[in-house]
């Protein structure tokens, strides 16, 4: 049900989400079209292998990724409200949508691959510091597990602000872009192995 009919109802079930938890939401609306198509283009230029998405809510940036035509069996999107987890699940039939809590994800079971985009819409800065933690640290373990795993995630801070310091040696992040046609306006930046910025690709 990728269509208007899709986002009506994605725009009910977000509300609903956020009645139910406003810190775990964490925004004020659903990723807007120019935010979704951001990140999906920074997905397309890339070409992982497996695509994983985290905090999907309602599925605003997950029809991005769904258009550029992922195999079902190397799509995966992952939420933690039921509600949510539901209506994804009726949206993208294709797409392996997993109700599990991000803490967890590095115990998630992966097909092997080459490469792994991980694309989190997770509030990080807004969901309660232990989970936020959490989150983090399940997100690096799984982006050391995989060979050539990067993370995309947005934020909503000030444009220089990168999603979340300590990171493991090695790694460095970029601002892929600022969309400020989004409610409000959104940050995305990369995870990458510095060996990318030295070898001269970016
Ligand atoms: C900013 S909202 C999602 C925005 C989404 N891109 C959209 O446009 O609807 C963040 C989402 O992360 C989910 N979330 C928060 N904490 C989570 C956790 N620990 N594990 C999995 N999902 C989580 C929330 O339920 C919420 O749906």
Known sequence: ????????????????AWVRNPRRVGAIAPASKALAQAIAGEVARVGPE???????????????????????????????????????????????????CATRLDLLPLPPAASLMLVSSLPLMSMPRDEGRRCVKAMLALLERVPNARLLQYTYAARHVRPFDQLPPGWRWRRVKTVWANLPPATVWSLE????FTQGIH
């Open 1 to 16: 049900m990728a269509d208007g009919r899709g986002q009506g109802l994605g725009g009910l079930a977000f509300a609903l």
């Open 50 to 100: 497996l695509l994983l998405e985290v905090g999907a809510g309602t599925g605003a940036v997950t029809q991005a990724l769904a258009a550029l035509g992922p195999p079902p069996d190397r799509f995966f999107v992952i939420e933690r409200d039921p509600g949510l987890v539901r209506h994804l699940r009726e949206r993208f039939p294709s797409a392996e949508v997993q109700h599990a």
């Open 193 to 196: 192995p510095a060996a990318h």
